[in-house]
Structures are given as structure tokens and as C-alpha cells.
């Protein structure tokens, strides 16, 4: 089965950037998505198809992916950004399989 | 704008069946490209149980699959999560969400608030 690799957790200045990886076999070859989960809340999806953003989602969060790895930049951090933070691609490869990464703590120091 | 709203026991007892409903509104289920069920254990990350296509194909996650049946009613908008001969380790938030994307694009968005089950005795 199709396995994502995320760090456990990144911490950030308030003012600057995070960048969250999503690693995966060829991931460059699937399209990613990001959901940010806030505590106690339900996930939202912030980055779609690599890198589009759904409507009211700030321009600073975007995406990349390419190779073995896909990354969420989060840019001018704030405090409210503290969240965890989930990749996820649909594999075909063995049947329809949606796959979540084990998501990554951004502290907001 | 589409709305999820998960609903069911939230105490199991164990080797039971774990039953969950997410009613969808503003939008029609019979519309929708697909649909999905996902579980978050205390304190962990995110997994994909199943999926249900407007067609009515499923998909569910090989881990679960023995044990894991959603189904769609069209009449009541909503659709079903069962679960069977569930323990301890089933114990989680569920969260139904709405699917969205084609070919190999597929992602969830929005979901529901997410409902606790628990198994004990």
C-alpha cells in the first residue's frame, strides 16, 4: 500500500515561513492535498491538487510537489496557524485508495 | 453550500456493530460525485475507512474491509457507516465528508463535525 511521510512537528516565528513535506514514492506523479485541523475541530482543506486553494483560504498557504516530495508553505506565519496538518493522495495503483500522511504538528513559537 | 451532520450511539459494546448516519443537506446526495468516511483514535492521525460513488460503487480501506459496509439513501439524503465485530482499537471520532475531484484528483471537502464512538462494555 501507497505510504505519506510527514515530520511530526515544525516550529515557526511568527513572521515567517513554514514549510510542511508530504513524502511518497513518485508523489510528483499524484496530485496532493492539505487539510489543517485545529483542536477539537473537524479538518479543512486549505491546498488542493497540489497547489490550488479553495475560496476564503489566505494566499499565504500554497503547495508544490514534484518527485518524491510534496510541501505545504505556509508564508507569514500566525499565531492562529497553529494546527496539525494532513497530506493525502488518492492511489489507484492496487484499487481506490485514499491515503492520509501521519500529519504534522506547526507550533507557532 | 453543502452541510454534513454525522449521528449515532456513541457507546459500542464490543464484537458489536457500530452504526453511524451523516445526513447531508443543501445539496443532493444523488448529485454528488462521492462520498466518504474517515476516523481519527484519540490523540491520532487521520484514516480513510470507505467510500461510496454516486453510482453506488464502494471502496474501502484493506485494512477494514472485511468489517466495514457504507450504503447511500437517496430518499432520507443521507448515508451509512456500519462496522462490525468493532474493539477497543475502533474507538475514534468519525467524520463523513464530501468528496470531490476526478480521475486521479480526489480530495474531501467540507466534512461533518465528527462524532465520538467508544467501545467498551
Known amino acids: 500500500s501507497y505510504v505519506l511521510t510527514q515530520p511530526p512537528s515544525v516550529s515557526v516565528a511568527p513572521g515567517q515561513t513554514a514549510r510542511i513535506t508530504c513524502g511518497g514514492n513518485?508523489?510528483?506523479?499524484?496530485?496532493v492535498h492539505w487539510y489543517q485541523q485545529k483542536p477539537g475541530q473537524a479538518p479543512v482543506l486549505v491546498v488542493y491538487?497540489?497547489?490550488d486553494r479553495p475560496s476564503g483560504i489566505p494566499e499565504r498557504f500554497s503547495g508544490s510537489n514534484s518527485g518524491n516530495t510534496a510541501t505545504l508553505t505556509i508564508s507569514r506565519v500566525e499565531a492562529g496557524d497553529e494546527a496539525d496538518y494532513y497530506c493525502q493522495v488518492w492511489d489507484s495503483s492496487s484499487d481506490h485508495i485514499w491515503v492520509f500522511g501521519g500529519g504534522t504538528k506547526l507550533t507557532v513559537l | 453550500q453543502v452541510q454534513l451532520q454525522e449521528s449515532g450511539p456513541g457507546l459500542v459494546k464490543p464484537s458489536e456493530t457500530l452504526s453511524l448516519t451523516c445526513a447531508v443537506s443543501g445539496y443532493s446526495i444523488s448529485s454528488g460525485y462521492y462520498w466518504g468516511w474517515i476516523r481519527q483514535p484519540p490523540g491520532k492521525g487521520l484514516e480513510w475507512i470507505g467510500s461510496?460513488?454516486?453510482?453506488?460503487?464502494?471502496y474501502y480501506n484493506p485494512s477494514l474491509k472485511s468489517r466495514v459496509t457504507i450504503s447511500v439513501d437517496t430518499s432520507k439524503n443521507q448515508f451509512s457507516l456500519k462496522l462490525s465485530s468493532v474493539t477497543a482499537a475502533d474507538t475514534a471520532v468519525y467524520y463523513c465528508?464530501?468528496?470531490?475531484?476526478?480521475?486521479?484528483?480526489?480530495?474531501?471537502?467540507?466534512w461533518g463535525q465528527g462524532t465520538l464512538v467508544t467501545v467498551s462494555s
Open positions: 513518485n508523489i510528483g506523479s499524484k496530485s
Open positions: 491538487d497540489d497547489s
Open positions: 461510496i460513488y454516486h453510482s453506488g460503487s464502494t
Open positions: 465528508a464530501s468528496g470531490s475531484g476526478y480521475g486521479k484528483r480526489n480530495w474531501f471537502d467540507p
